[in-house]
């Protein structure tokens, strides 16, 4: 079984522009989970996706933004970006909503701001 | 969101278990105990979970206290490949209601010693 894939694996962008990140999860899995990892934050939540609805959202700005397709597959959107955005963006699907089983990480996508 | 407190970082042997603590005690009723771990340039990895009762799989096992503020995860038999950031994360419910969400802490990182 494939795992979560996650593309790019890295991207050097320049501020105020904006990304789109991708997530494709485990088949059969209907939920997907977006984090922010940095080393001085660490791992935060950004927001969770179940049957193409968002179920959870943690404390960012509203310039993150995400969306899940019928099949799953999971896009990250960040606008006007900051240097600040510069961070591994993970996404992790399960089977159910997240917060009470298993989650599989994808291995992540690199996002240099400069 | 309920906090955990870990310990920095830990020192193992080789085929020595290992026992990581996590101290919860502003965890809720309803509120599982996650472990994770997370190895150089990957994304984390599902350990092993639980709620109320011992949990054991493959990898381990989570010792959790009879009123619920602390946990311990145990790796039976140390190897190189168990050297990682460990996480102990609650899955609290958002805003009251049934969406669970991981809130991850700074981790333990172990050092296992052949």
């Known amino acids: 079984k494939a795992g979560v894939t996650q593309t790019p694996r890295y991207l050097i962008k320049t501020r105020g522009q904006q990304v789109t990140l991708s997530c494709s999860p485990i088949s059969g899995h209907r939920s997907v989970s977006w984090y922010q990892q940095t080393p001085g934050q660490g791992l935060q939540f950004l927001f969770e996706?179940?049957?193409?609805?968002?179920?959870n959202k943690g404390n960012f700005p509203g310039r993150f933004s995400g969306r899940q397709f019928s099949n799953s597959r999971s896009e990250m959107n960040v606008s006007t970006l900051e240097l600040g955005d510069s961070a591994l963006y993970l996404c992790?699907?399960?089977?159910?909503?997240?917060?009470?089983?298993?989650?599989?990480f994808g291995p992540g996508t690199r996002l240099t701001v400069t | 969101d309920a906090k955990t407190t870990q310990p920095n970082s830990m020192e193992s042997n080789e085929e020595e278990p290992v026992h990581l603590p996590c101290n919860h005690s502003t965890i809720s009723g309803t509120d599982y105990i996650h472990w994770y771990r997370q190895l150089p340039s990957q994304g984390p990895e599902y350990v092993i979970h639980g709620l109320t009762s011992n949990v054991n799989n493959r990898m381990a096992s989570l010792a959790i206290a009879e009123d619920r503020k602390s946990s311990t995860l145990i790796l039976h038999r140390a190897t190189l490949r168990d050297a990682a950031v460990y996480y102990c994360i609650l899955s609290g419910s958002y805003s009251g209601g049934s969406n669970y969400k991981l809130t991850f802490g700074k981790g333990t990182l172990l050092t296992v010693n052949p």
């Open positions: 992790a699907s399960s089977l159910g909503l997240g917060g009470r089983g298993e989650q599989y």
């Open positions: 996706y179940f049957s193409e609805t968002q179920r």
